[in-house]
């Protein structure tokens, strides 16, 4: 099984930043294989299963064809629901998306991810059977600067930690 | 009492933007706000780092445009260090930049304008996007704008270093060229192009063009506004998005001026308003009458459309046919109707495809002569470059060692608030009437008046001295105060 794990986010936008720095932690974590998948991310394979991770800061259309060809994704975020409190970690199947909203996972400059996922699969792409969302909590996603705030900087060990479970 | 109509999140724009809309006693709009929680403090979160970051950390601002951040930021860069980069150095980011502006047009007209035009502007919402557009004209038309989009992808990429968020270019030129073998890629990639934005504009013209109902849409008052036109010109006033002087055009065609990078300050100033935090440019020269059309008013626009009206033409030939073909539909230059960008869009989709083609084959272009060292003590400077979705300027001051003082951006969609939030008010009075029941479809006709510009907003930031909570007005139709929002950060 191919799995993308995708950080998604600004680095440079506060708590937005927090996708990011969950999916470097994971890179790092991975065994290294040869040659990196992209800016931020690395790839490995185990016997039966390969694993690439990558940093983006797209969404809808973009995000969608980075997709392509892989069996899984799990895709890292910040989400804003006001319902929790900040660095709280949710992780969800994408078909429960609708009900909470993103920066990010529905890109409203090009087409919503999920919409994005129907386009693809209308033109015969391969795409992940499984799209796992896993997002932390945000508070200060307005304001530029490349620090998280405490609570989301503590979520980031325990939300590696979650996807390397995710992994096994 | 007054009734209040929001539209919140505006569908299909990248940001969180916000419509109210005020209606009276006798339900006729009073007014209308278009307002931004804009992004704050980028300028001083530059300031202390080596201007040579910047090119990699203003592409950071956006997920939309990252492509335009990093050209306007490499050519300040340039300014500022007082270095010219080589001709292959130019030619290679202006490659680069039309390989994206390929795909950023190829997207927004058919993921963002196609569906109001394809689908009908009152067609349902769960129908009025990428997806119906495709059901209804066919999987081969989403193969091919995949297709486009993976090509304009993939020149940034190859001469960008990467797909996305492009990192080769730095004060001088650029840190790689490309290899022959490269080249032939692009110039075939290129070719296919070429055909790809024929065929969109003429799907446009099938679809739009061709159906009554549209065309008066276009012409209609509702959508029309007499202000100035901005945007870049190279030396024979030809249209051209990387390199050249910005002329700027009076709503009756005459060209007031051109105004280099480093004269932008002499010509733009910028309007506070009580009600929103972001700034309305507007031109200096002209001064500030309000929100209001005509040579008096120094709102201006700076779109696709802007350019063509701002320019005397394409340096490509088979662009050159289609703006010819453009102005005598029309009624000749300039153009005002708003939603005429769309059309002005898929232009200069073509233009862009030609100058990949005619920028593949320049014998230089395969030259390692892509950079030069930079030896002057950096001082400060000015780079612009057309955004697609308007004019850009990024303005840095840096001390003897290249270490930032100053930045001062002026975005794209910063350009358009003026002139948005006019358009937004017409389109309100236009279309909601004594009390008339107002619709979804009629609030997507209202959208439509500013998503004409393409705006995002996710970038319109701006320097922020100190602390200053966001929060954004809510007045009624006498001026009245009825709601404060506070962003909780």
């Given at each position: ?13 506060g708590?937005d ?9 994971v ?5 290294i ?10 790839s ?7 694993v690439?991770v ?21 895709l890292?975020?910040?989400?804003l ?11 969800f199947?994408?078909?429960?998306l ?6 990010h ?9 999920q919409n994005?996922?129907?386009?693809g699969?209308?033109m ?8 796992t ?6 508070r200060?996603?307005?304001?530029f ?16 930690k ?7 | ?17 916000r ?23 980028f ?10 970051e ?9 997920g939309?445009?990252?492509?335009a ?12 260090y ?9 030619l ?8 994206f ?15 109001d035009?394809?689908?009908g ?6 129908e ?11 999987l081969?038309?989403g ?11 993939h020149?940034?990429?190859?001469i ?20 022959e073998?490269?080249?032939?890629e692009?110039e075939?990639m ?10 969109s504009?003429?799907l446009?013209?099938d ?5 009554k109902e ?14 100035y036109s ?5 030396e024979n ?26 004269e ?7 309007r506070?308003e ?30 696709p ?14 662009a050159?046919?289609?703006y010819?073909?453009?102005y ?7 153009v005002?109707?708003?939603l ?22 320049d014998?230089e272009?395969t030259?390692?002569n ?7 003590t ?21 001390d003897?060692?290249g270490i ?16 948005i ?5 017409k ?9 008339s ?28 001295p100190?602390?200053?909570p966001?929060e ?18």
């Amino acid at each position: 099984m191919s799995t993308l794990v995708v950080g998604l986010g600004n680095p440079i936008l506060g708590d937005d930043g927090a996708g990011w720095r969950i999916a470097e932690a994971v890179a790092c974590r991975l065994p290294i294989q040869s040659g990196c998948v992209t800016e931020a991310g690395q790839s490995y394979s185990p016997e039966d299963q390969s694993v690439s991770v990558e940093c983006l800061g797209v969404g809808g259309l973009s995000l969608m064809e980075h997709m392509i060809g892989y069996d899984r994704a799990i895709l890292v975020d910040t989400i804003l629901t006001g319902k929790h409190a900040t660095g709280t970690i949710y992780c969800f199947p994408l078909h429960e998306l609708p009900d909470l909203k993103t920066g990010h996972l529905s890109s409203t400059h090009d087409t919503t991810l999920q919409n994005a996922l129907q386009v693809g699969q209308s033109m015969g792409a391969v795409l992940p059977d499984e799209i796992t969302i896993v997002a932390v909590e945000a508070r200060c996603v307005y304001d530029f600067s490349d620090e998280l705030t405490p609570p989301v900087a503590t979520a980031v060990p325990i939300a590696v930690k979650m996807i390397m479970e995710l992994l096994k | 009492m007054s009734t209040r109509i929001t539209i919140d999140p505006i569908t299909r724009l990248e940001g969180h933007g916000r419509i109210e809309i005020f209606l009276n006693e006798e339900g006729n709009v009073a007014n209308t706000y278009f307002q931004i929680p804009e992004l704050r403090g980028f300028e001083r979160f530059c300031v202390g780092r080596p201007v040579e970051e910047m090119p990699l950390l203003t592409n950071r601002i956006c997920g939309v445009c990252p492509e335009a951040h990093h050209m306007a930021a490499a050519k300040a860069a340039d300014a500022v260090y007082h270095v010219e980069p080589p001709r292959t150095g130019k030619l290679l980011r202006e490659l680069l930049y039309s390989g994206f502006y390929f795909t950023d047009h190829t997207t927004h007209f058919y993921a963002l304008a196609g569906p109001d035009f394809v689908m009908g502007p009152t067609a349902p919402v769960a129908e009025r996007n990428i997806l119906g557009v495709i059901h209804k004209v066919g999987l081969e038309i989403g193969g091919k704008v995949i297709q486009a989009r993976k090509y304009g992808h993939h020149i940034v990429e190859i001469i960008g270093g990467r797909k996305v968020h492009p990192c080769t270019s730095i004060p001088g030129g650029l840190t790689k060229g490309i290899t022959e073998e490269q080249r032939v890629e692009i110039e075939q990639m290129g070719h296919w192009a070429i055909e790809f934005a024929q065929f969109s504009l003429q799907l446009f013209s099938d679809i739009v063009l061709g159906n009554k109902e549209y065309l008066d849409l276009i012409l209609g008052d509702i959508y029309t506004h007499q202000t100035y036109s901005i945007g870049l010109v190279d030396e024979n006033n030809k249209v051209n998005f990387y390199d050249g002087k910005v002329s700027v055009v009076a709503p009756d065609g005459e060209r007031i001026g051109k105004y280099a990078p480093n004269e932008y300050t002499d010509w733009i100033a910028e309007r506070v308003e009580p009600w929103t935090y972001l700034k309305f440019p507007y031109l200096k020269k002209v001064g500030w009458k309000g929100f209001v059309d005509g040579k008096d008013s120094g709102v201006y626009f700076a779109t696709p459309l802007s350019r063509l009206n701002a320019s005397d033409g394409m340096t490509t030939p088979i662009a050159q046919e289609q703006y010819e073909k453009f102005y005598a539909t029309l009624g000749g230059k300039p153009v005002h109707q708003r939603l005429a960008i769309h059309w002005a869009r898929l232009i200069e989709l073509l233009y862009a495809a030609e100058r990949i083609v005619e920028l593949a084959t320049d014998p230089e272009i395969t030259s390692p002569n892509f950079h030069t060292v930079p030896t002057a003590t950096p001082t400060e400077g000015v780079g612009i470059v057309e955004a697609p979705r308007g004019t850009l300027t990024h303005h840095y001051k840096t001390d003897e060692r290249g270490i930032l003082t100053e930045v001062n951006l002026i975005v794209g969609t910063t350009n358009n608030y003026a002139p948005i939030s006019m358009s937004i008010n017409k389109a309100a009075r236009s279309l909601i009437h004594n009390g008339s029941v107002v619709t979804e479809g009629m609030l997507n006709m209202v959208e439509m008046a500013f998503r004409a510009y393409d705006p995002c907003f996710g970038c319109a930031t701006h320097s922020l001295p100190g602390q200053m909570p966001l929060e954004v007005t809510i007045r009624d139709a006498n001026g009245e105060t009825v709601e404060v929002l506070r962003q909780h950060c």
